[in-house]
């Protein structure tokens, strides 16, 4: 029986998994690793079906006072909230956390996974709420997130994954909040979630810096500038070195270099430096975003040199002449990214060039229709 009833659960939990990362093998020797199941091919109503059929088994044994019950199969009451909640069956998630929470646990993998299951289950009440009423559930669901976080930090590295995981589901618990004028309230618990990654040196390091980004508006938005830079120079320190290994690191660092130049445009001093250095580097794209909060006498003169790099000076361009003085954008730079251009035209307008702007705007076309 007890064999039955965790395969069904597993081969449930086998379809679409998603990002969440495979759990430790089970302290039972007889216990299976869920990612190491194979899924079946299950249609919706199959699955559905068998969930129902498996859940029920098990409550029987619970109703019933069966051995599975009298031996604490703190697993299997797990795995049973795990599939409800992977088959959308929160009443039934909600009935295994009671079964769970009767009996006398300790802090292991499976409490943290029953934290997980809580905070799902009460992510979906709040979805029938609003405003304080659904900030509070939603704010209850990352406290218990935020307690796994706890435990697994007290057993490492074995519930490292614990720590990855807690953050995937943190993520979907507060991405509502993500956005301008509410992640103030998500502070102090992005901080906590952001600090656990590191303390564990994640290895998916694209995560790292995108969680870091949102932290970094966060202090922000709560007039912490001073943290908002220090969070996000480093998520910058971590995650260059490898920029040139995987695409969704460049593209999370490309992300977290544009909040560095927006946080520190609040700053004039600031913005004066790291324009400096970016213009150094090569990076026109910070550089745009840093000349926003520069003086407009400093903007003019950077927004000029971004123009001047865009324009192809090359006597061996195939445009003849009379082309490129009728009109010098005709000889657009490939190495000049339409987002760099896009970013210019922006910085031009809020200091009031006009001119400027349009040419950014007729380089910017340009260089989407593939212009050289």
Excluded at 123 to 131: E, P, V
Aim: glycine share 6%; charged share 25%.
């Amino acid at each position: 029986m007890e064999r039955t009833i965790r395969a069904g659960f597993l081969r449930i939990l086998s379809l679409d998994k998603g990002v969440v990362r495979g759990q430790d093998k089970a302290e039972d020797e007889d216990s299976a690793n869920p990612a190491e199941v194979q899924g079946g091919d299950d249609t919706p109503n199959e699955s559905l079906s068998l969930f129902e059929s498996t859940f029920e088994a098990l409550m029987e044994q619970r109703d019933t006072g069966g051995s599975l019950f009298s031996t604490g199969s703190r697993e299997l009451i797990v795995l049973a909230g795990e599939a409800a909640v992977h088959v959308s069956n929160f009443r039934a998630a909600s009935r295994a956390l009671e079964a769970f929470y009767e009996q006398n646990s300790h802090h292991d993998q499976y409490s943290c996974r029953a934290y997980f299951i809580d905070a799902c289950v009460r992510t979906n009440d709040a979805r029938r709420l609003f405003g304080a009423q659904a900030l509070e559930k939603r704010q209850e669901a990352i406290e218990l997130l935020l307690n796994a976080v706890d435990i697994a930090l007290q057993h490492r590295p074995k519930y490292d994954f614990i720590v990855y995981n807690s953050s995937v589901h943190f993520w979907d618990v507060a991405r509502p909040f993500l956005r301008p004028s509410r992640r103030s309230h998500l502070t102090q618990s992005l901080q906590r979630v952001v600090s656990a990654l590191e303390a564990i040196d994640d290895a998916d390091v694209a995560w790292r810096v995108r969680l870091a980004n949102q932290l970094c508006l966060s202090y922000a938005e709560s007039g912490s500038a001073a943290d908002a830079m220090k969070t996000i120079e480093r998520a910058i320190e971590v995650g260059s070195p490898k920029i040139d290994e995987d695409s969704e690191v460049k593209s999370a660092i490309a992300e977290a270099k544009a909040t560095l130049a927006y946080v520190s445009s609040k700053e004039p001093s600031k913005s004066n430096d790291l324009a400096s250095k970016a213009e150094q580097s090569g990076d026109f794209e910070t550089f745009a975003t840093c000349l926003r909060g520069c003086s407009s006498n400093d903007a003019k003169i950077g927004l000029e040199k971004i123009l001047a790099a865009a324009q192809t000076t090359s006597s061996d361009d195939e445009q003849d002449d009379d082309a490129q003085e009728s009109d010098p954008k005709l000889c657009l730079k490939t190495d000049i990214g339409v987002g760099a251009l896009a970013r210019s035209g922006r910085c031009a307008m809020s200091h009031g060039f006009i001119e400027l702007a349009n040419d950014f705007a007729i380089l910017s076309k340009k260089s989407k229709m593939g212009a050289t």
